[in-house]
C-alpha cells in the first residue's frame, strides 16, 4: 500500500489524460514503491494504481536486474547501489515522488528475465504498459548541461513554433526549424538532437504510446516534454508533430509509414528489431529469442497481414495467402534496404537490387516529416524521393 504519512497534493493534471488510451489496456503486474524502493505485486484481477514509467538506454553491466533488486531491497547493506543502473532508478522515484505518484515501472529490474513466460507477456503488452502511464520519464544518459547553461529547450520552442510555413490545410508542412536560434542554446539543443535515445528500437514506441513524455538529461536536469519540443523531436523522427502530441491517433497512420520511423533503429538483439514493432503496428506476437532476425520478421509479417490484408500487394504478396513465406519481402524492406526501399512510388523499387540512396536513416525521417500530408482526419505520407535529388555527403566536405 502507499505510504500516506507525509500529506498528498493534487495529482499533476496531465493524469486526466490517462484513461484516454484505452486501445492498449496490459498494465504491469511488478511496480516499484517510489518511497521505500521495493517491489508492489499485482495479480491478474488487482486495481493497477497510477505509476509513471521509465525510458531509457541499457548500459551494459551497469544495470540492476530484478534478482538484484531483491537483494537491495531485503538487505540495504548489500553493495550494489554503486551501479549506476540503481542510481538511476532513485532519482527517477524522486522525480515520481515530486510529481505525487507512488509507483513506477523499470524495466531492467521490474521484468524477471529468468521467467520466460513472464518477460514474453512483458514484451507483448509493454505498449500497453507506456500507454496506461501517467506519465512517462526519458533519462537521456548522453545528454548534460553545463551550469550556465540554464535556458530550458522549452523556451526556445516557443519562437520555433511561431516561424516558418507550419500547415494543416492538407499541404505539405515544414517544421519550422531552418531558423534556429544560436550560442549556447543551440550548442545544447544539438546534443540533445544527436542523443542515440532517438536512434534505438524500442523508444519509438515509448515516445508514441505516453500520453506525456518528460525529458531529462544525465543528471535528471529537466529538459522538456514531447509536447513542447515536438517540432524538434518530428525533425529527428519523421513523426508528425500531430501524432507526437496525440493530436491524431496512431492508429490514423498508414502502416507503412509507422515501418518509415523504425527505418535505422537499432536493438541489441537483433530479433527484436522485429518485436520492438508490435505496439506500432497494433499485432501480438510471442516473442522467441531462439529464431534468428529472418524468422522474427516472418512471423511478424504473418500476424500483421492477418491484421491488414490490404498491404499484402505493398509487401509484394499477391494475396493473403502468400504471407506464409519466409518474410523475406518486410525484412528487405525495413533492414536489408533500409532507406532504399522506401525512396519510390513504385513498388518493384522495394525488391530491386541495389544500396541504400545515400540518404541517412536520420535525413530519411527528416524528409518524411517534410512530406507528411493532412486528409480525411488522418495523416498520409508521399515517397516521392528520388536518388538524384540528395547526396551523401563526403568527409571532404566541411560545414560552417
Known sequence: MPHCATPRLPIPSYTATMDHKTEHTSRPHRLINTRTLTFAEFHENDVVP????????????QEITFEEFQLVSADPSVNLKYKPGYKKISEACSKAQKDN????????????QAD???????????YGYYANAVVCYVYMVDVWRWKHLVHDLE??????????????????????????????????????EDSEWFERGWTLQELLAPSTVVFFDRHFNRIGDKGKLKLTVASLTGISPAVIDGTIPLRQIEPRTRMAWAIGRKTTKPQDRAYCLLGILDVSLEPNYSEDIKRAFARLQSVFLDTHPEQAEWLGNKGVGD?????????????????DAFVNNSPAAYHSEGDSSGLSPREFRERIARTTRIHGGGLSTSYYLRREQYHQTTDDESVD
Open 50 to 61: 497510477p505509476y509513471a514509467i521509465l525510458s531509457h538506454r541499457w548500459i551494459t553491466f
Open 101 to 112: 505518484i507512488d509507483f513506477i515501472w523499470v524495466d531492467t529490474c521490474c521484468i524477471n
Open 116 to 126: 520466460y513466460d513472464e518477460s514474453a507477456r512483458d514484451i507483448m503488452g509493454m
Open 155 to 192: 523556451k526556445e520552442i516557443v519562437e520555433e513554433e511561431t516561424s516558418g510555413p507550419l500547415q494543416w490545410d492538407g499541404k505539405i508542412f515544414s517544421t519550422g526549424l531552418e531558423e534556429e536560434t544560436s550560442g549556447p542554446l543551440r550548442w545544447q539543443r544539438g546534443m540533445f
Open 323 to 339: 504471407h506464409d513465406g519466409d518474410g523475406a519481402n518486410l525484412y528487405s524492406i525495413l533492414i536489408r534496404k533500409g532507406v
